[in-house]
């Protein structure tokens, strides 16, 4: 089979694709994947650390707290921790802890503490 020069042409580019650029790609591909991975894993560290900071941070919203208080007899401390608990939770925009502790204040009835 006769080819002329822009068939040899041809199967040369061919070949150097075949050569170069297959190997070339699996090695693109798999460095790149590496430094996504490398750089996922660092941000969601990153993003962990933050979140660990910021949850540590937070004020307790503590109703378990206060009953264990009102079990040792420590109502004023109680009232105290749920009232803290109660604006806490507010500002954080809970509406349902300050429900809760709303409640269990109200059962302790009123106090000047």
């Not at 650029?21 to 430094?35: A, D, H, K």
């Not at 996922?40 to 707290?65: F, H, I, K, M, Y």
């Amino acid at each position: 089979m006769a080819t002329g020069i822009r068939g040899r042409l041809f199967l040369a580019s061919i070949a150097v694709i075949v050569v170069i650029g297959i190997p070339t790609t699996f090695l693109v591909r798999s460095e790149l994947t590496s430094t996504i991975e490398e750089r996922v894993r660092n941000e969601l560290g990153d993003q962990a650390r933050a979140a660990r900071v910021a949850l540590l941070a937070l004020p307790e919203l503590d109703s378990p707290a206060a009953q264990q208080l009102v079990a040792l007899e420590r109502i004023d401390e109680a009232r105290g921790v749920l009232r803290d608990g109660i604006e806490s939770a507010r500002m954080q925009g809970n509406s349902h802890a300050a429900g809760e502790m709303s409640e269990l204040l109200a059962s302790l009835g009123s106090s000047l503490s």
